[in-house]
Each structure stands twice: as C-alpha cells, then as structure tokens.
C-alpha cells in the first residue's frame, strides 16, 4: 500500500466513497474487522478493493477476467487477471473474499463459490451481492447513467421476462432470487445471513421509514434492487 495516497482516495470519488462507508460498515458489524488478506472476485477497475485496502489497512488482491485496472487503485491493491472457478491461491490463504454484483456474469457460479469457500481460513466470512431477479424495477440508484439509459435497461429487462428470457445464462443483468442465491451459499459456508434490509437501511437513511416498511411488509422483495448475504465458512 501507498501511506501518502491514504488521506484522499475514497473522497475523491463520491459515489465510491458512499458505497464503500456502507459496505465496510456491512462488513465489520457482520463478520468484523480483524482481516490480514482480502479477495476481492471480479474486481473490475480495483477500486472497490482499494477502498477496502484503505478502510481495513488490509493485504487486498483483486482478480477480474478483464485486466483493465485503475492506476490509483494498483497503489493499494494487488490487481491481477484470474479466474474465479479456478482461483490461483492456497487453501484457507484469506480472512475475507468479497464479492459484489459478478456472480451472475459467471456460468459456473456454484464452482466460484466452492473455489471462494476452499481459500477462506476456517470461520472466516463472505460476503456476496447480486442483482434481485424479483425485483419490479433496478438501476434507480446507478450515479454513473443518465435516466435515458435507466430506462432501456428496465425495459430490457421486461422485455426479457415477458420473453421467459430474464436469465443469466441467457444474458440477461437478472442476477438471483434471494432463496435461491441463499441456498447456493448455504452448499458453500456454514453460516449464511440474509443482510439485504440492514444494506437498503444504511444506503437510504433518509428514508428509513419507507425502507423499514418495504421490509417488514414483503415489498422490498419486489421493490429492493439487489440482495446481500455474509457467510461464514
């Protein structure tokens, strides 16, 4: 890690900033806060990985598919190319893997859960995000698209399910029901949480009122964009 980019890495992307306070948050009322090395699984540019770098002064290695990683991020993190079915480390090499809205870009998804749960020391956590395939309506929150894109892809994806075609496998962004996604990691970790209410809690805490009822009446089911389960192994 850089100690002289430290000060300044996480405000200077907002958007970035935000979403790593919530899951950092996530991350050490859950499972703690005593990690020596985290596994970022499909890191993208790495800057999620090097929030986590910052915020857990932690050894974080990120892998992605597509190598096309961020300068600012390879000062904190360790970014390489790697497969998450066939991950490159020891057994129990890791305190944390963390996995964030790419499980349902992989086709063997169950392989890359068993590879993550292989390279976690015993107890140690997981924590995994993906889109909710019940949802009604997504992408609202995304600070990166215009509202004409927002659009499109809502409208992709109900073209899709009117088709019977809102499938992973078939391309469509679908992601995973939560019972399903909760099983799936309940073949992989011993310990399995279901933390999508506290995630949409902290994101919206202006709205917690409305938030509060989308969770205790069943709504959020329908209305909550993503779902978020920790585990433990």
Not at 194 to 222: C, N
Request: glycine share 10%; charged share 20%; net charge neutral.
């Amino acid at each position: 890690m850089n100690p002289m980019a430290s000060s300044n890495f996480l405000s200077s992307d907002r958007s970035l900033s935000g979403k790593a306070v919530i899951t950092a948050s996530l991350i050490r009322h859950f499972l703690g806060s005593n990690f020596r090395r985290i596994l970022v699984v499909g890191c993208g540019s790495g800057l999620e990985a090097a929030a986590l770098a910052q915020g857990f002064q932690a050894e974080v290695i990120g892998i992605d598919l597509d190598p096309s990683f961020d300068i600012r991020a390879a000062e904190w993190a360790d970014l390489r190319k790697g497969d998450a079915t066939h991950l490159e480390f020891d057994s129990g090499f890791f305190d944390l893997v963390y996995c964030f809205h790419v499980l349902e870009h992989i086709p063997d998804y169950q392989k890359a859960l068993s590879e993550m749960a292989r390279v976690l020391r015993p107890m140690g956590g997981v924590l995994v995000g993906t889109p909710n395939q019940a949802r009604l309506i997504g992408y609202l929150g995304s600070e990166t698209a215009a509202w004409n894109q927002k659009i499109a892809w809502n409208w992709n994806d109900w073209k899709a399910k009117i088709r019977g075609q809102f499938k992973n496998e078939l391309g469509a962004h679908a992601g995973f029901l939560p019972r399903e996604l909760k099983g799936a990691l309940e073949e992989a970790f011993e310990q399995v949480e279901d933390i999508t209410f506290a995630y949409y809690l902290q994101l919206y805490q202006k709205s917690r009122l409305l938030i509060k009822f989308l969770g205790h009446s069943g709504l959020g089911h329908y209305l909550f964009p993503a779902i978020y389960f920790v585990g433990r192994k």
